[in-house]
């Protein structure tokens, strides 16, 4: 279906179910039930998933595929969010001017930061790329504020010229009318689900991102990003200039990132500077290696995975957690609250670093290698018990 | 004519802290091939010494002063920190007044403690694994590091003084015939350069000069070679990078005053310096000093107001830019090797 | 006039004078073998003539044109293709994989952008790979993961990699070292094949003599930096001075 093989098919069917039906399967338990605090089917946060999904798929384009470790992603979402936010002070509301905007202005960047990259590799790579988004940030926190509003961040002024603003169009971000912010609601009972316009609009995005990027997993253009990563000098000595493929694929990952910060700005009409700083960076590269570095689920994992989590563990506080650990001897209960109390609340950085350093160490290839892992173990039992019973008949 | 001189002095000790963590990024990365992004942290680690030495001489009890009354006419409470009970009260004072200083002979077996426990415990892991691997399980660590000491100290700077012998500042100019007050210049930022100056000849002599020395360079320059010679380089590299964590965190200590210490000082020294490593030369250790107070200047100056006034905000990205022009047409940066970290 | 002409070439490596005064000519369509003890500077000649290493002098002419200061991949495009002495195929791709990449370099050039189209469908490629896997005789391996082959496999596959570039000039560097006998046979066979079935000429860097004199027409003997001799063959057997090149050496 659509070019595309069964394997492929099958998996594409089950990330648009997933993404279509998101509001009801992050949302399995009732309203005001005890565990309703682990229900992640509110828009915000689903917004969240998606638009760093896009980020991190596109991510995974170039670090994935080509091996080529960029520590500077986080710039292009910055440009993405400054371009959409200029396109609401200029002409109006609708997202439909922004958005291209963005995968533009961030692919132009790319192209620039990329050709003075990619001259390097390997490590020099990742440290031109630091500086180079340190230096995006810096510009926009404090040089450039004539276009960027420095600490304080871009956002929409009732003097913003706004050219195009009707006289009865929203006040907020809109796709000719459809206003991301509002939503609908169904009680089922004791359920509450909320389908919220920006969302599927988002969700929508990715489906068409992550198609493409099916398309160039599968494509020559893909396999020729992968030969890069296996083994540059065979590719030169096959008559191949690996730089313009490493470059495209920086640049389609550029335009990504943009395209997801473009969307961050299409939910909240902001941008601010320290989405360019370089944990944010760090974050997109977690989220890539935690779901599993060259796969096409891997990332878009990941990134649901790193922000439910830090949602959840954010929400948590010491009553919470009282609460949880009750059944056990007072004693024994201020213990455990203790020792988990650093890594909850503003504690989330402290247990993502943890992680980040498990994932490295234990998991290289993510989550999608635990999943094969375990699948290949519980075959392995299989066997190993069809073995067993065998001689017994 | 002034007005340069001032810089330069100004840069000088940024340009020290930039090269006392570039000098230790390189001889990790010389030696034992890793790229580690934790570096900044122990740069951070060691500031915190300086903090927590200052904490632990402060510790008081408390006393009632029978003779005095508080403003609610109770008895009035005075905390008298022990150190000042026990050695007296003037030589209390002078201990708690050179905390910072004392804060190197704590911090050194820290550092080194804490360099070794990271070596064994962590990075030898990853000799072997891609240089990718490495920078991400650093970066890791660093953040965890960092997350640590801002759950015990708190997001907030925390201000730690220099001794009052060296507060104040030197008026640098009038030795050179200007008038006073022209060219000023913090008394304990010349000391810190000084302090850098001592040190990285302390680590070049020892390189130098020592049989220890010596097999560390020639493994910087063919660890496979030396490996052959049946010389336990990977002991001497662990060791290596205690020292290395020992420089980053003395430079960390004495920094201390200089810019209070906060939590995330750690990377963002570490973008710089490895800015300047990879200006300087990857693996080159003169190059790594050189570039530090290169760009340590450099930044000073591009912070003047006549120039800031041609080029707003030029400051903010100077040393990125350097960075950049220097890479596209130089490399190997200004004293690499040709054969270092080159595919 | 050969196919590849290397006039006066000279590189030196700050006082080691690695190469002086080469002069070599391979004739269109021969088996040109360099040989010579260790140390003689036949990896750097190599080297030199792929673009990974400038001379300090002369020049090195391929069909007319010069090859100095191209980069390898253009030096491949002119049509050299290198059997490297460890083989250097992509260990992360399958075997089918690894074989259609030359034939896309050898359809589209340096770069083309096929970013949406699957690789699969494009039917003139996988054609092309499949028939030379069959050639190669590893058509049962297509889906194997190349870096799980064995030294043999690895070789035959980037030999059969760098044929399906259809190059002019096919370069081998020792390309038996580190094999067991039976493999350097087997390489000696397929070597033997190409050269009867193709149009191609084929350069060989090697040390072992059994396969030097199984395969090669023509042999240049090389000796500190500096051809010794140029001959046929039969007459490099009986020759004095490559005698004492070689004994000197092993003596």
Redo the contacts between chains.
Sequence with gaps: ML?L?KKDTSLMIVVAILALFAPFILNPFPEGSAMAQFNAGYPDLMQRFVIFGIFAIGFNIL?GLT?Y?S?GHAAFLGIGSYSVVWMYKLLDYNVIWGLPLAIITSGLFALLIGY?SL??????F???T???A??SF??A????TPITNGETGLQVYTDDAQVLLGANEATSPHLFGIVMNSSAKLDLGPWSFTFNNGYYFCAIILLLVFY?AI??F???????L??I?????????????PR??AL?AFV?SGMYAGLAGGLMAAMDPLAGAERMQ??AS?EV??MT?LGGTGTLIGPVLGAGFIKYFENIFSKINDNILHQWFAFLPDGLEDFVVFIIH?FIGK?W??T??????LV??FL?GGLVEGGQRIKRALSRKKDADAAKTEPAE | MDAIILQILNGLDKGSAYALIALGLTLIFGTLGVVNFAHGALFMIGAFCAVTLSKILNLSFETIDPTKTDFLGNPLKVKTPYVMEWFGPETGAAIIDWAVPLAILFSIPIMIAVGFIMERGLIKHFYKRAHADQILVTFGLAIVLQEVVKYFFGANPIPTGAPDAFKGSFDFGVLLGYDPNVIIYPYWRMVYFFFAALVIGGVFAFLQFTTFGMVVRAGMADRETVGLLGINIDKRFTIMFGIAAAVAGIAGVMYAPINSPNYHMGMDFLVLSFVVVVVGGMGSLPGAVLAGFLLGILESFASMNQIKSLIPGIDQIIIYVVAIIILLTRPRGLMGRKGVMEE | MGILEVKDVGKRFGGLQALSDVNLSVKENSVHAIIGPNGAGKSTLLNCLVGKLIPDTGSVMFDGQSVLGRTPYEINQMGISRVFQTPEIFGDLTVMENMMIPCFAKRDGAFRMHAIENMMAEKDIVEKAEAMLVDMNMADKKDMHSASMSRGDKRRLEIGMCLAQEPRLLLLDEPTAGMARADTNNTIDLLKQISDEREITIAIIEHDMHVVFSLANRITVLAQGTPLVEDDPENIRGNPKVREAYLGETA
């Design positions: 070019g093989n670090f091996g470790l520590f003075v001259r390097r590799s390997g490590i020099y990742s440290i031109l630091l500086a180079f340190q230096m810096n510009l926190y404090s040089v450039l493409l398309r160039i599968r494509s020559p253009f893909g396999m020729m992968r030969a990563k296996s083994n540059q000098t065979r590719l030169n000595y096959t008559g191949l200039n313009p493929y495209a389609i370089w944990t760090g590269v977690l290696i650093p504690g950085h402290l993502l670093g943890i992680l980040f350093m490295v160490i290289p």
